[in-house]
């Protein structure tokens, strides 16, 4: 949906997370700060380890973070207690995982595996609506299907079925294309695309695929804990995705922005250091016409 009105639904504000072992201590995220509008189409970028994961499961209500502000749809996660939280996660998100078996009970049918975590309604409504979201994915036609006759793309679809069935508010996708080939994960994603321009429902994808990352508006790369830039579809490229290949550069369809964080700092990545040949902390900053140089000392 194009011209919907820019509304938050969720703001990260300087987040922090840290795990904690008996020897070590880790900062999976290290003041990250986001916020994406209701109604977006969106990718998380990043290394393993850079802290996306970790990012997604504190929308999804999965992990608790140690500092920093989160709202989503108007609650402050930091503020809601486990009863709050369960009905949290069973209301406002939906997840769909790269191991799709974790939604999935292979000795029920289609049907009978999204109609299980409904809510509310009869036998009859639910059923109705199980059939209507199989619809959704292309798979009607498979509705009485156990899952060891479908094939891993056609089990993905269902896992995303599974979790459209009590309505969210926001859909998490962590890899939703890593187990399946290039020519199922495109038909995934274009399906993730018509239900957010058909519904509006907020999608967030975590993805280390180039090309799933290219056909999205807006891809914010994670590094080291904290957002360090952002890739903005250019509008040429809007209605062309079909043009858009593993081959095609990353810079003719996107333009990349580096964030400022609210002190005004900016995350250089190492690679670029190295090419400038700079090894301590201490960089040169010069401001010419509308430009600023950063230079080696």
Not at 8 to 35: F, R, S
Not at 87 to 93: D, Q
Not at 207 to 218: E, F, I, P, W
Request: with cysteine; hydrophobic share 40%.
């Amino acid at each position: 949906m194009e011209n919907r009105e820019a509304k938050p639904i969720i703001e990260c504000d300087n987040l922090v997370k840290i795990y904690k072992t008996k020897d070590i201590e880790v900062m999976a995220l290290q003041g990250l700060d986001i916020t994406i509008n209701q109604g977006e189409l969106m990718a998380i970028i990043g290394n393993s380890g850079s802290g996306k994961s970790t990012f997604l499961n504190m929308i999804g209500g999965l992990d608790r973070p140690s500092a920093g502000r989160l709202i989503v749809d108007g609650r402050d996660l930091f503020k809601m207690n486990e009863q709050e939280l369960v009905e949290y996660k069973r209301k406002t998100v939906g997840f769909v995982w790269q191991n799709h078996a974790r939604n999935l009970l292979p000795y029920l049918t289609a049907w009978q595996n999204v109609q299980m975590p409904m809510l509310f309604g009869t036998e009859k409504k639910k059923k109705e609506k199980a059939l209507e979201l199989l619809e959704l994915v292309g798979l009607s036609h498979k509705k009485n299907n156990c899952l060891n006759q479908l094939s891993g793309g056609e089990q993905q679809r269902i896992a995303i079925a599974i979790a459209l069935a009590n309505d969210p508010k926001i859909l998490l996708a962590d890899e939703p294309t890593g187990a399946v080939d290039v020519k199922t994960g495109t038909y995934i994603l274009d399906m993730f695309r018509e239900i957010n321009q058909n519904t509006g429902l907020t999608i967030v994808i975590v993805t280390h695929d180039r090309l799933l990352s290219k056909k999205v508006n807006r891809v914010a790369a994670i590094r080291d804990g904290k957002i360090s830039s952002e890739l903005i579809m250019k509008q040429s490229y809007k209605d062309r995705l079909n043009e858009i290949t593993a081959f095609t550069e990353t810079n003719e369809v996107q333009e990349e922005y580096v964030i400022l964080d609210r002190a005004g700092r900016v995350q250089i990545p190492r690679d670029v250091l190295e090419k400038l040949g700079i090894n301590g902390n201490k960089v040169r900053m010069n401001v010419e016409d509308d430009k600023i140089i950063i230079t080696k000392p």
